[in-house]
């Protein structure tokens, strides 16, 4: 097995049995290659932030940080606009956590937001490793450098960055609570705080449930609910009115045909051309795939794959969801990372098929480019949902993520179906 070496001590992982730790040897000529490939990496972004201005609006960070001005301010959170026609359509519980954003200018903010949002997706690629098994040292440490490059160049993580999004750090509450020892009693409040920012998380609850874990379960739904009443005890007013009101209407994120919806609703919103696809026929479809994927999910579970298990999981939460965005989708990383070790321990052809298939499907293809000479300079459209295909093409192309996971839920399904139940 190229660039792996299993060491003959025993460690106690995650989950039991017990796992015998990894440990990776890298050729010198990827030592040396890892960090040429991310600078790369980023000078290629650098590059279309300036040969498109509006490349990196981070319009998305400036509207966290007006929503925490408005706290600040004691004013009505959810009246209307918070920054230009920009609604806030979190919950009460993270326009609280935001406030400390409206302390900084907007300039400040996005080298903030980019910064961290770098260092988020290092961790992430690093908990996923770990996770995996392998031993802490220079070559984990420069294997997660040389990820970090391709992977930045997912849409998912570069509209993230784009856009000041929040994804990474949900991604990564989320992979450090679930993937901690099973011994730990405080599991399951990341899953709770990151339900309480951002509603869809609160899947893994459900994951918890049919993996029998029901402390764990308990203590996410009871952080859950604190966030809730943080919520009421420091804004009652504007937590009433989302709880009641806001809750309720989806329309206020976008139009449910975009395809930049890659959700199971926004598939069938396009396939019959309206915005409010048959309620029926979602619930059936959403129903249908979000099953088999809590099932794959809780089967890796059960087999010792934790990291597996959650990363199925967040993907099935993003399909099922009324409204994903792109980025989104941030829960390619671990799943690449985690087809990268299939494909290097186990020699699997289907994984390295599947990491070329994920990677070409949701990398940040610049489908159309605009003109360059200002003012006409808007940000290039990217990613394959928004290519410009034949129609007879277009419900494949406009539902590029959506098929990506059925063919990681098919693959991961067979995966577990014939290794022996262990952790990796």
Known sequence: MPFLAASSSEANGDQTPAVTERTLALPVWLRVFAPVLLVAALAAHAATVVVWPGHQIMIDVLVYSAGGDIVLQGRPLYEGPVLNALEFTYTPFAALIFTPLALFDADTLKILSTLGNLALLVVAIWLSLRRLGY??????????????????????????????????????????????????????????????????????????????????????????????????????SDALKYWTGTFFTSGRVGPTIWPSNQSVRGMLARLFGTNEPPTIVWLVVAGALGLAGLAVAAWAAKRGNELLGVTMCGLTGT??????????????VPLLVFLLHAALTHGKRAATALIVAVYLLGFAWLVKVHQLTPPHTPPPDSGLFLWDAPAWLEPLSRNVYLLAFVLALGYVAQYLRRTEPRVL
């Open 135 to 236: 031993r802490a040292n220079r070559d984990l440490v420069l294997l997660t450098v040389l990820l970090t490059g391709p992977l930045f160049w997912l849409e998912a993580v570069r509209t993230t960055f784009w856009l000041g999004q929040i994804n990474l750090m949900l991604l990564v509450i989320l992979l450090w609570d679930l993937t901690s020892r099973a011994s730990n009693r405080w599991k399951g409040v990341g899953v709770g705080i990151a339900a309480g920012i951002k509603l869809t998380p609160a899947i893994f609850i459900v994951y918890l449930l049919v993996t029998r874990r029901f402390r764990a379960a308990g203590v996410a739904t009871a952080s859950f609910l604190g966030t809730i009443g943080l919520g009421f005890l420091i804004i009652p």
């Open 319 to 332: 399909m099922v969801s009324p409204f994903s965005w792109c980025h989104h989708w941030v829960w390619f």
